[in-house]
């Protein structure tokens, strides 16, 4: 890693300055506490680009009062270790005044994929997600921005975010990383005893199972969500939703999909747990 800067105008500078050389950019725009899902972004975005930035910022507009903003993991001297390994050329870590400066008054609003799955439980998150993006996009200018599908809500918006507004940005989904016993890496997993780790279990149990009835040939949208739903009820203290939807525009599917979303999200404890599978395109979990 060569330099960290915290200022966006200096972010700026240094993008341009890395295209007027011929570099094409790459973005990796994580909130922090990086683990090997994040890292794996980073190389994602070498394959795509050269010269590689990542921004670190715990943005405060995606949390509605109540959620864990405070909780969100600090861990930046570890998060600029790992880029450093990376061979990340730039990280750019704001301070939230510098990204929301006296007077800010401006949102960025997408009207429908907003609105289904986290939607119905986090009305108030995607709109900091969308606002934060529009200015770490404009503040890069042209890239490649990698985004994991682990939030795969948010990576379907930012695609039609950069679509809608010209931006000259192609945002990349990458897959899933995971546990050895199939649990999605999340920096929230550290939050999680060792009971409440082994209980979450239930998510990988659901997704498997849908996937397994996909693969024998079921097709009914209704019965694979109730076949997910079963394990996942049963190991969590409180779930918001398992849901089956349209991979792409994310509304209710039909039946005889050639592919169909399964996402999760679910609690432990304090602890909300998101995950989801693609049948017809993704890996057994």
């Given at each position: 890693m060569r330099k960290v800067v915290r200022k966006p105008a200096e972010f700026r500078q240094a993008c341009d300055a890395a295209r007027a050389k011929g570099n094409q950019v790459g973005l990796v725009p994580p909130m922090g506490a990086l683990h090997d899902g994040h890292l794996s972004l980073i190389d994602e975005a070498k394959r795509l680009a050269d010269f590689i930035v990542v921004t670190v910022f715990v943005n405060p507009l995606q949390f509605a009062p109540?959620?864990?903003?405070?909780?969100?993991?600090?861990?930046l001297e570890d998060d600029l270790d790992g880029c450093r390994v990376r061979g990340v050329h730039l990280v750019f870590v704001p301070e939230p005044d510098a990204m929301y400066p006296a007077g800010f008054q401006t949102q960025v609003s997408i009207a429908e994929l907003t609105q289904p799955l986290e939607g119905r439980f986090r009305?108030?998150?995607?709109?900091?997600?969308?606002?934060?993006?529009?200015?770490?996009?404009?503040?890069?200018?042209?890239?490649a921005a990698c985004f994991g599908r682990k939030d795969y809500?948010?990576?379907?918006?930012?695609?039609?975010?950069?679509?809608?507004?010209?931006?000259?940005?192609k945002v990349v989904g990458c897959p899933i990383v995971r546990e050895p016993d199939g649990l999605a890496l999340s920096s929230r997993n550290r939050y999680l005893s060792p009971t409440e780790r082994e209980r979450a279990l239930g998510i990988v149990s659901g997704l498997r199972a849908a996937h397994d009835a996909w693969k024998d040939g079921?097709?009914?949208?209704?019965?694979l969500q109730a076949i997910a739903e079963r394990p996942i009820e049963a190991a969590f203290d409180r779930v918001d939703y398992v849901a089956a939807a349209d991979p792409d525009t994310l509304e209710a599917p039909t039946s005889g999909e050639k592919s169909l979303l399964i996402a999760v999200a679910a609690h432990l404890g304090a602890t909300r747990l998101i995950d989801n599978v693609v049948l017809g395109r993704d890996p057994r979990p």
């Amino acid at each position: 890693m060569r330099k960290v800067v915290r200022k966006p105008a200096e972010f700026r500078q240094a993008c341009d300055a890395a295209r007027a050389k011929g570099n094409q950019v790459g973005l990796v725009p994580p909130m922090g506490a990086l683990h090997d899902g994040h890292l794996s972004l980073i190389d994602e975005a070498k394959r795509l680009a050269d010269f590689i930035v990542v921004t670190v910022f715990v943005n405060p507009l995606q949390f509605a009062p109540g959620e864990d903003l405070d909780r969100s993991p600090r861990t930046l001297e570890d998060d600029l270790d790992g880029c450093r390994v990376r061979g990340v050329h730039l990280v750019f870590v704001p301070e939230p005044d510098a990204m929301y400066p006296a007077g800010f008054q401006t949102q960025v609003s997408i009207a429908e994929l907003t609105q289904p799955l986290e939607g119905r439980f986090r009305p108030e998150h995607f709109d900091g997600v969308t606002t934060v993006v529009t200015k770490l996009f404009n503040l890069t200018g042209s890239c490649a921005a990698c985004f994991g599908r682990k939030d795969y809500q948010q990576w379907k918006i930012l695609e039609r975010l950069a679509r809608d507004l010209d931006m000259p940005v192609k945002v990349v989904g990458c897959p899933i990383v995971r546990e050895p016993d199939g649990l999605a890496l999340s920096s929230r997993n550290r939050y999680l005893s060792p009971t409440e780790r082994e209980r979450a279990l239930g998510i990988v149990s659901g997704l498997r199972a849908a996937h397994d009835a996909w693969k024998d040939g079921l097709r009914d949208p209704t019965e694979l969500q109730a076949i997910a739903e079963r394990p996942i009820e049963a190991a969590f203290d409180r779930v918001d939703y398992v849901a089956a939807a349209d991979p792409d525009t994310l509304e209710a599917p039909t039946s005889g999909e050639k592919s169909l979303l399964i996402a999760v999200a679910a609690h432990l404890g304090a602890t909300r747990l998101i995950d989801n599978v693609v049948l017809g395109r993704d890996p057994r979990p």
